[in-house]
């Protein structure tokens, strides 16, 4: 998929994950394509019976940094160290990068750096078989979904940042219908297992509210 990014991009985005055909959240993320298609994305988040849910987590964790990764390589031309010199959601809102590991103390940076650090960081924690699992009989480890809800906390700050800063670019380029409906999916997930506190999805509140309002008596 690097073909479309561009040479330049190809390094600071990275390639797409794959689960591995003939495991079970292969068969499990084949069941979740086939249940977005009926167009019913409340329908589509919830844990399928009799599955177990950190699976159910992991493989539409995978699923979201795809999409959110293409997405974002879209744009690469217009989010660049001059036209974002800082990660932002509106002016309310900064994100500061940090890791942990080898940036322990958060750092000011641009947006494509901050997006670059955290795919490279996501792509590590969804390789690392202790964390993420693909072999039947592994367990996932004790604090999976907590680590998983990390994940999903600054993914959804990718989401925010391209909505407050180039949502004139994504309709110029004629995504806007693709990213509404991957943040819908997103949204619906995240509130169905409350993996994201309210306080996060401040910066798209109103939007929030915008796209799961319509859907709200037919949830269930």
Known sequence: MSFLFGAKSSKTFKPKKNIPEGTHQH??????????????????V???EGEDLNEWIAVNTVDFFNQINMLFGTLTDYCTQESCPIMSAGPKYEYHWADGKSIKKPIKCSAPKYVDFLMSWVQSQLDDETMFPSKIGIPFPRDFQAGAKVILKRLFRVY????HQHFEQVVTLGEEAHLNTSFKHFIF?????????KRELAPLADLIERLTSRDKDTSR
């Open 46 to 48: 919830q844990l399928p």
């Open 189 to 197: 997930f995240v509130q169905e297992f409350n993996l994201i506190d």
């Open 27 to 44: 068969d499990l993320m084949k069941y979740a394509a086939a249940t977005l298609g009926s167009g019913n994305l409340r329908l589509a």
């Open 160 to 163: 925010a940042h391209i909505y």
